[in-house]
């Protein structure tokens, strides 16, 4: 059996509600996958499967080769890093790190030598003897990842650890852990809702709706290639437009159009436009292929009635209608530029994305 993680045929139910219909995934030893989707999706239910703290209602979970389904925690080899920092405040950062360690009867010197290499590591050296209510948020959520980190673990689980940081602090977490990940070498699988975090860390993705997996790739590919509507407008801040239209012309007069907009479709995109021709589309727009002027000839022509423009320095976002249809715009004018209001723009057609309209399927 392959090194990594895998997951066959996962179900999990509560009672006659099931939550994961089935799940199959694998995770390449030393890789850094992200589960990512809305509350509720089933992706916690997932890492908590996969950590032993679940049962699960049918399939099995394997872990460096290992079938570890009906294992409990402590036999995985797993360390997890939780939303809330669960640690002891009774305790300083030096015990709190060291405390599973202790539990499991180590030696005092090797103790001593893996908490002092995950203080250097994750910058605590000095805090070693403050407790948790003297530190701030980033650092007792360092002081969390250290205790996972000392135990030397095949693999570490996140549960939305950076959630109840601000946003700064997120940010530069993000950074601390795709270092930790460079580091270390370590099977790591992270759980969050948040696309940006997603989008940043993560050598692969997985998108779930529902307990469904809806696609697995790398943050550029589930960003250019989405497989269907829900992936499209979930990938992507602000996210992703999608307007009913229908497809005319043929060859390089193709167009799509709706109310309001006519759009031709580009030479790459030709191919797929003429097989779905005969069907009702959705064409998705994002927000960040819209300009203020053709910046090349594939630029088209749009008119936009702004209602709302926000000044983001280089960057104003524009909350505008297009045929009474709602759609979000960033243009990118410099920061001197006054806020932008109704007219024309123009919008990347390269950079269309059609849509089957009944089943949400990319075309």
Not at 155 to 176: G, I, Q, V, W, Y
Request: aromatic share 6%; proline share 4%; with cysteine.
């Amino acid at each position: 059996m392959e090194r990594g993680v895998t997951l066959r045929n996962v179900v999990k139910a509560f009672g006659p509600v099931t939550i994961i219909p089935e799940l199959n995934l694998d995770v390449a030893e030393g890789e850094f996958v992200v589960l990512v989707g809305p509350s509720g999706c089933g992706k916690s239910t997932t890492l908590r499967m996969i950590a032993g703290l679940e049962k699960v209602t049918d399939g099995t979970i394997s872990i460096a080769g290992r079938d570890v389904t009906w294992e409990r925690p402590k036999q995985r080899d797993i360390a997890m890093v939780f939303q809330s920092y669960a640690l002891y405040p009774h305790m300083n950062v030096a015990q709190n790190m060291s405390f599973a360690l202790r539990l499991a009867g180590a030696p005092k010197a090797e103790i001593e030598e893996r908490v002092t290499r995950a203080a250097n590591m994750l910058e605590l050296t000095p805090y070693l003897d403050r407790r948790p209510k003297d530190l701030s948020g980033g650092q007792r959520q360092r002081v969390a990842m250290g205790r996972a980190v000392v135990r030397d673990a095949y693999c570490f689980l996140f549960d939305e650890p950076l959630s109840n940081l601000d946003a700064k602090l997120r940010a530069s977490m993000r950074t601390e852990l795709a270092l930790l990940h460079k580091r270390l070498g370590r099977t790591m699988i992270y759980v969050t809702h948040d696309q940006i975090e997603a989008m940043t860390m993560a050598d692969r993705i997985v998108i779930m709706h529902e307990g469904i997996v809806q696609q697995v790739g790398t943050p550029k590919e589930v960003y250019n290639s989405p497989v269907n509507t829900f992936v499209a407008t979930f990938i992507g801040s602000p996210s992703m437009t999608l307007l009913e239209a229908d497809l005319s012309g043929t060859g390089a007069k193709m167009a799509v159009q709706g109310d309001g907009f006519k759009l031709p479709i580009s030479a790459r995109q030709r191919k797929q436009a003429e097989a779905a021709k005969n069907k009702k589309v959705l064409v998705g727009l994002r927000p960040e292929h819209f300009a203020v002027e053709a910046l090349n000839k594939d630029f088209a022509p749009i008119d936009l009635k702004v209602k709302v423009s926000e000044y983001i320095g280089s960057s104003q976002f524009l909350a505008a209608d297009v045929g009474g249809k709602s759609l979000t715009a960033a243009v990118e004018v410099g920061p001197e530029a006054e806020l932008l209001g109704d007219g024309q723009y123009f919008f990347d057609t390269r950079r269309l994305y059609l849509f089957d309209r009944e089943s949400g399927e990319a075309l």
